[in-house]
T-cell receptor
Framework: GENVEQHPSTLSVQEGDSAVIKCTYS??????FPWYKQELGKGPQLIID?????GEKKDQRIAVTLNKTAKHFSLHITETQPEDSAVYFC??????????FGSGTQLTVLP | NAGVTQTPKFQVLKTGQSMTLQCAQD?????MYWYRQDPGMGLRLIYY???????DKGEVPNGYNVSRLNKREFSLRLESAAPSQTSVYFC???????????????FGEGSWLTVV
């Protein structure tokens, strides 16, 4: 089955700096790659997603890039703010039935 | 708009006890899911239901049973709880199987379960 590895497990950045979280996946048939943000005590919430026919997608300060050849995708957050502090999960999907999640990255934005 | 609602929020069980986690969604979604979240392991799929009346095993189904009572409700049952089932459980739903913009999975707030 699919295996998703996520790095780093923890990341601290100064407010205003950029943050990058990277994921690799094992199944070349995967074609859907969402990113979720989980705040303390809450359920994960989708922040951005990308399909395998697209190399990059942006939504304000958030962007995701996908390299199908290398089987990796990344989340980029620019101009980080304290409210960006949370756990971020990447995921990959071959079929719509199952998302395989990475192990999560705890992002801390320091004031 | 409540989205995905799950109960209870917190529960402590003794080893061997049984309990049912309830989940309901008001978005008219077809697919529903139960995940468990453990430190350093992300979210792992327990069971999945593509539509009313159908259920499928996920990555970690052992020790659990599910019921898709109707389109809105999907319950998770622990028949004989074990300490290894101490975890945070999330119910989720999705609008469509695999077309258009229907891939977004919406999660509930989570249920914290401790088995002692």
């Amino acid at each position: 089955g699919e295996n998703v590895e996520q790095h780093p497990s923890t990341l601290s950045v100064q407010e205003g700096d950029s943050a990058v979280i990277k994921c690799t996946y094992s199944d070349s048939a995967s074609n859907y790659f969402p990113w979720y943000k989980q705040e303390l005590g809450k359920g994960p919430q989708l922040i951005i997603d990308i399909r395998s026919n697209v190399g990059e997608k942006k939504d304000q300060r958030i962007a995701v890039t996908l390299n199908k050849t290398a089987k990796h995708f990344s989340l980029h957050i620019t101009e980080t703010q304290p409210e960006d502090s949370a756990v971020y999960f990447c995921a990959a999907s071959v079929t719509a039935r199952q998302l395989t999640f990475g192990s999560g990255t705890q992002l801390t934005v320091l004031p | 708009n409540a989205g995905v609602t799950q109960t209870p929020k917190f529960q402590v069980l003794k080893t061997g006890q049984s309990m049912t986690l309830q989940c309901a969604q008001d978005m008219n979604h077809n697919s529903m899911y139960w995940y468990r979240q453990d430190p350093g392991m992300g979210l792992r799929l327990i069971y999945y239901s593509a539509s009313e009346g159908t259920t499928d095993k996920g990555e970690v189904p052992n020790g659990y049973n599910v019921s898709r009572l109707n389109k809105r409700e999907f319950s998770l049952r622990l028949e004989s709880a074990a300490p290894s089932q101490t975890s945070v459980y999330f119910c989720a739903s999705r609008a469509k199987e695999w077309t258009g913009s229907g891939n977004t999975i919406y999660f509930g707030e989570g249920s914290w379960l401790t088995v002692v």
